[in-house]
């Protein structure tokens, strides 16, 4: 079983993206690539920055925190992101 990740992208337009994966190296390349496999939010929207991902167990949970974090304010995931930068 493989570990999912939650993972927050900032766009050039300061907005941030949400998504999950089992590996964040390669989901953030194939969003840079702007290709088949980006976010149809993304593209457009670069130059793109990973600013958060965290290990979150299985995809359920992954899945479920996904949901949690894409209905936050901005001003929320702007803390989450200062606060992974702290650690």
């Known amino acids: 079983m493989s570990d999912w990740y939650l993972y927050m992208i900032r766009c050039h337009d300061g907005s941030i993206y949400t998504g999950?994966?089992?590996d964040v190296a390669r989901r953030f390349a194939?969003?840079?690539l702007q290709g088949d496999k980006c976010?149809?939010?993304l593209r457009g929207r670069g130059p793109l920055e990973l600013v958060f991902y965290q290990?979150?167990?299985d995809r359920?949970?992954?899945s479920k925190l996904e949901f949690t974090v894409k209905?936050?304010?901005k001003s929320e995931k702007e803390d989450i992101?200062?606060?992974r930068?702290?650690?």
């Open 30 to 32: 194939e969003h840079q």
């Open 71 to 73: 209905h936050l304010p």
């Open 55 to 57: 290990r979150v167990g």
């Open 81 to 83: 992101i200062a606060r």
């Open 85 to 87: 930068k702290d650690l």
């Open 20 to 22: 999950i994966t089992t």
């Open 60 to 62: 359920s949970l992954a």
């Open 39 to 41: 976010s149809r939010y």
